[in-house]
């Protein structure tokens, strides 16, 4: 695989405070800025105290998707406004694919077993989730992609060919073939449900412990999102009932951040990701083993007895996605490896949120973008209160920690993206197939050639992109326009955060970029 090369003014992720990427507002003093002065974000402990919060007066939005009893009582307070939005996320049963966990580590893990997890994709009932866990307010998923990207998806493995529809008879069936019945009472047998067993299952034939009751499973439930706790509670309730064991941890993210994310020390989390545009960059760096380690954004697909890659078919199609030649091979690849990471059944997708954000009637100019709603740049810069008065935001929880270089967490971001901004080029809040300028001036076909890299002989990519000459700092507390933002400022961005490698953002591009080039203005066009 070729590394590529990215040239000129190329940063991978950078950031900078309030530049001018669109047109600003002018705020009832004549500054141009966000038309108010100050924004006031407070911390609540779940999505239902924010609203009360809202409701008492004591914020202006809560920045979180609403439940379906907050929206009918919303659509009947005449005080309350509400923003529809398909959500550009998914919510998941991560299922820890390792070959061992921390907790057990002498022996294999139950869910390493093909046969573990396409049980668990047959006892989770996702139309139920959806109808009863998420009121409706949801879109199925049968692939690891936001339900809005829908072009991306592989209609071979979605409803109705999805190869693991609820069926608990088959789950029965497919347990059996791996994980037999032993002597010991099951407690949790249901005669009612189809395929319950009398006793707990057993280790296969070869296993470390075969013959020996299955150990518990580490099931992590995140309490902290009703629809998650719901959707827990119908799975490892199914999986007792099979005779699976289950140990389960029904905890807020904050308590169970480190043993899933650092330690990957669980069975199965209910997992959810705010997810990008793009599906083939998404899942290259959730499922490529390259992105599996600790804090990492990939900590299900894990590694084989020996330390390879349980998946290497996988990777080879997540790298044909990522290193593409065009946007048709990008979506052609894209589909085969969704194809054959339902095969695997390397966790099982959920659901997409259909929601609403709420705020109150004494907010105007807010922006409800597609795909994201309320929360993004273009309504912290244009919504302003009738009286005048700081906005106040409210967030479901607080953030873990706010550091640009290692912050990872939504609610990190969530307060960060106040007073940072990203990126290169900026995307039209009404419709997310297309760009608008930003920061970058052009980046065209023509930009995109190749170069012979001499230490090693092989041609490799070379990206060239221009900054727009408009860009400029802006003066905190006036507003007032600053020297302007030229590729000297990108190259520090790149630099620092190139300098720590296990940066979370930076840490992703790191092995695509060779060398960077910074040219003068006057160099190429002679003049600036």
């Not at 003014?9 to 500054?31: E, K």
């Not at 998946?311 to 990522?322: I, M």
């Not at 900054?467 to 020297?483: A, C, E, I």
Request: proline content about 6%; charged content about 20%.
């Amino acid at each position: 695989m070729n590394k590529k090369s990215l040239f000129a003014t190329l940063a991978i992720v950078m950031a900078l405070l309030m530049i001018t990427a669109f047109p600003i507002p002018t705020n009832a003093n004549g500054v141009r800025g966000p038309r108010t002065e100050d924004l006031i974000i407070r911390f609540y402990s779940d999505v239902e105290g924010a609203y009360a919060a809202l409701k008492a007066g004591e914020i202006d939005m809560v920045g979180y998707e609403i439940t379906k009893e907050l929206f009918e009582d919303a659509i009947e307070d005449p005080h309350i406004q509400v923003a529809p939005v398909a959500d550009m996320g998914m919510y998941e049963f991560d299922i820890q694919n390792n070959w061992t966990i921390k907790d057990y580590p002498e022996w294999r893990s139950p869910t390493s077993y093909w046969e573990m997890r396409a049980a668990m994709a047959l006892l989770t009932d996702k139309n139920t989730v959806v109808r009863d866990c998420c009121g409706g307010f949801a879109e199925r998923i049968d692939q690891p992609i936001a339900a809005p990207t829908k072009g991306w998806m592989n209609e071979s493995y979605m409803a109705p060919n999805y190869p693991y529809e609820y069926d608990p008879l088959e789950a029965k069936t497919v347990l059996d073939s791996m994980f037999p019945e032993g002597t010991t009472d099951n407690p949790y047998y249901d005669p009612t449900f189809p395929g319950s067993v009398q006793h707990i299952r057993t280790y296969p034939e070869g296993h470390e412990k075969a013959g020996q009751d299955l150990d518990p499973l580490i099931i992590c439930v995140r309490k902290d999102d009703r629809r998650r706790l719901c959707a827990g509670r119908m799975l490892y309730e199914n999986l007792r009932k099979h005779g699976i064991p289950c140990n389960v941890i029904e905890a807020d993210m904050s308590a169970l951040y480190d043993r899933v994310m650092g330690d990957m020390n669980y069975h199965v989390y209910t997992g959810g990701w705010s997810l990008g545009r793009f599906p083939a960059l998404t899942i290259y760096f959730l499922y490529h083993s390259m992105w599996c380690f600790a804090y990492g954004p990939n900590y299900v697909t894990g590694f084989n007895a020996t330390g390879d890659s349980n998946y290497p078919d996988l990777d080879a199609l997540l790298e044909l996605a990522y290193y593409t030649p065009s946007y048709e091979a990008a979506v052609t690849a894209t589909k085969n490896a969704l194809g054959v990471f339902t095969e695997h059944c390397i966790t099982v997708p959920l659901f997409s949120a259909l929601s609403y954000w709420a705020y109150n009637d004494k907010v105007l100019g807010a922006v409800n973008m597609e795909g994201y709603g309320l929360e993004q740049g273009y309504t912290f810069m244009n919504a302003y209160k009738t009286d005048g008065s700081p906005l106040v935001y409210g967030l479901k929880s607080a953030p873990i920690a706010q550091n640009i270089i290692y912050s990872s967490w939504f609610y990190d971001r969530q307060v960060m993206d106040r007073y940072y901004m990203y990126g290169g080029v900026d995307v039209p809040p009404y419709n997310l197939a297309i760009d608008q300028a930003g920061w970058i001036q052009d980046w065209t076909e023509a930009s995109v050639t190749t170069w012979v890299d001499p230490e090693d002989g092989e041609e490799k990519s070379k990206v060239t992109i221009w900054l727009r000459t408009d860009n400029y700092w802006v003066t905190p507390g006036t507003g007032d326009k600053g020297p302007v933002v030229d590729a000297y400022d990108w190259l520090f961005s790149a630099f620092v955060q190139f300098a720590f490698d296990d940066c979370w953002l930076a840490s992703n591009y790191y092995p695509d970029c060779h060398h960077f080039k910074l040219f003068d203005y006057k160099e190429i066009d002679g003049e600036l």
